[in-house]
């Protein structure tokens, strides 16, 4: 063995001079106040900590997790970043976070794989066709590109699909958005660890909050496993257990905690450069950057605050798949996850103030969490550091169901629920 | 594949059946709040744990309340409308 090589070895034992650069300080003990701390070290809780941190000048902040750094929904969806919605509301919301999404890997200094692929929403009934025109004259409205075409424009685009009508559901046409894309979601998570911490963030895993302390209908702290602390303002950003945090609070949330699953192939050649989804055969898929083809359907057909995997989803799930690429018959299936989603009535989220008093929420991301990453750690930041809802979250706030102002994206969730 | 008892039709397949949700106290529309009602429509317990739900097995129409760990996914029991209601003493109209 070269001689060289060893040095390299008993340096980074000894001394730790390769050792890679950690992408943010362990913080060892909590402080026993801060100004404000933000339950769940995810995408979310951690895109807000790092926004209160850079825009608002707001650094004492804990980041509290109770289990590791974005072990839950974040590292658990199919990282597609779309603004293709049906509402006016939703439209201007995702397409903040598209915006944020392009110039991101510079902010954060960290490549988040920010690629624009292409999206496919495939119709193929009548029903999907005018669901798909009314959401392309709103997009087009709200200054996203947006357009319906027809099989013979999907195929051009996308020559591996299937467009024969010799299948069960042929496909009638598609609204076609050019800007959907991927990105790497743990790097979001990192980068935002990352910067956050720089900014003096503490982030604390292995934390679990166990009690939210209120007083007179204020927050003023919580409770944790490794002790209490005092909090200027509590943000909730959890998922799949929003109900479950929110109610520690005293609060009771209009959601339903259902799985998502997802599976990913094992590594094949590019083959497949769209993100391509279809709402009536419940499938989504798009391949990653590895080689992977990802793949997922709707949420399972019931509650349950679990991530197994059955094989039910997968039978579904491929049955339709194999119609819309028949190569996908050669593959084999390398992984499978769940993650537990938040579904609320009309699939918008759940965010801002509450009833009580420094007090704030952000939950109810269901199947489309991921994309909204970056606006919602801007909003909420803005919504913690202010104590007012931000006009792009008005839509969205907590209040809106007691006056059946409902923001129905049903129509645009990525399949059929 | 998940085998659910049906109190009717006996152990069927999981996919014959549809979830109905959590049951709830029943409010009375007529002197209840808007604030009640609204809160009976939209907000959940969505309780991690034992919870009682409505189930549906769709083939033959039958409602039924299941008891269930939604930790675990665990169906604990099934019951018909008549043995859920004399257990609970609680008949509503």
Redesign the interface.
Known sequence: MPFALLKYATRSAFKGDHAAERHFRLSPDLKPTYDVVIIGAGGHGLAAAYYLATRHGITNIAVLDKGWLAGGNTARNTTIVRANYLTPEGVAFYKESVDLFRSLSNELDINVMYTERGHFTLAHTDAAMNTARWRAEVNKHMGVSSEVIGPDDVKRICPTINVSDDVHYPIMGALYHPPGAIARHDAMAWGYAKEAARHGVEIHTQTGVNRILIENGRAVGVETNRGTIHAGRVLQAVAG?S??VANMAGL??????IPLQACVSEPVKPILDQIVVSGSLHVYISQSARGEMVMGGATD??????T?S?L?FKESLMAHMLELFPFMGELKVLRQWAGMADMT?DFSPVMGLTPIENFFIDAGWGTWGFKATPVSGLRMAECVATGRQPDLLKPFALDR????DLVGEKGAASVGH | ??IMICPVNGPRN??E???G?EVKPDVDPVTCT??DW??H????????GIVTEWWLHTPTNTWFIARRN????EILETMTLDAYYTREGAISA
């Open positions: 257990s109900s479950v009771k949330l209009p959601i339903r905690t057909a019931y509650g349950l605050y679990s197994r059955t039910d009535p169901f007691g006056s059946f | 594949m998940k999981i996919a059946f549809a979830w949700g808007d604030q609204t809160d429509l939209f907000l959940e317990a969505n309780i991690a939604t930790l675990t996914d």
